[in-house]
């Protein structure tokens, strides 16, 4: 049966409220950082709430609607199955079309509270080559811990995509991965942290491109890309809270 958002605990109505507000401001973030045109591009956020209700939910962006015409109340709420819940929205509002690949990586990688979607240039343009964005730069080392990888092509619309994305990242310390012909696809702790790995992503991939029109880049030996990784997760920025 479908669940009803009004029906559930008020704790859970409040995550809900405030993931809704979170995933409408980080829509905000796509065309900002000029990851996306017109529509072409989704983020979603898990809310964990198995404990209240049986089940996690997530909140992910209406198919086609411009991102100026997002606000919170557009948001629309579904099971980790990709069920739409009766979350107050029309009925004929549908969630994005890759609704069933986020949620097959939410099924599938519970440290996953983020995922986004874009066809961001440079980043699209090594998916339609099916080659992985070598290592060659300290930022990779930073924030994806080695080459971005090339997840197989796959139709929209079911398991196909979500499947490959798993495949792809369950063994990589990558948060990225350019699914062949199609795009990045992106994940991480919460839906922001899944946008920095979009931007990031596209900002890589435009500098390796541009560096292999100049010469062939080079390599950073395997543990000095562990040594960077190790830094820049667990100790840059300002101490955690
Ligand atoms: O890749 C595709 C379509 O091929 C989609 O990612 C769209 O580009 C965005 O779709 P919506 O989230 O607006 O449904």
Redesign the pocket.
């Known amino acids: 049966m479908t669940l009803t958002l009004t029906d559930l605990p008020a704790d859970v109505q409040d995550e809900v409220s405030k993931t809704r507000r979170i995933v409408a401001d980080l829509h905000a973030e796509l065309p900002r950082w000029e990851l996306?045109v017109?529509?072409?591009?989704?983020v979603s956020q898990r809310i964990r709430c198995a404990d209240q209700i049986g089940e996690d939910l997530f909140v992910?962006?209406?198919?086609?609607?411009s991102y100026d015409q997002l606000g919170p109340t557009q948001m629309v709420v579904c099971t980790l199955d990709g069920a739409k819940i009766n979350d107050g929205t029309p009925d004929r509002l549908?969630?994005?079309?890759?609704?069933a690949a986020h949620a097959y990586v939410y099924t599938h990688m519970d440290h996953v509270g983020g995922v986004v979607?874009t066809?961001s240039t440079y980043a699209t343009a090594w998916a339609a080559r099916g080659e992985e964005v070598p290592c060659v730069l300290t930022m990779m080392a930073d924030e994806f811990g080695g080459p971005i990888p090339i997840g197989p092509f796959a139709l929209?619309g079911d398991d196909s995509i979500g499947r490959g994305i798993v495949d792809t990242l369950k063994d990589s310390r990558s948060r990225a991965v350019l699914m062949q012909n199609?795009?990045p696809f992106t994940i991480g702790k919460d839906g922001r942290d899944a946008v920095k790995a979009a931007v990031m992503c596209e900002e890589v991939a435009r500098t390796v491109h541009i560096s292999r029109q100049l010469g062939e880049p080079l390599p950073i030996a395997q543990e000095k890309v562990d040594s960077l990784f190790d830094r820049y997760q667990n100790v840059y920025g300002q101490p955690k809270k």
Do not use: E, Y
């Open positions: 996306v017109w529509t072409a591009g989704n992910i962006k209406p198919s086609g609607v549908q969630p994005s079309s890759d609704t979607h066809h929209i199609h795009g």
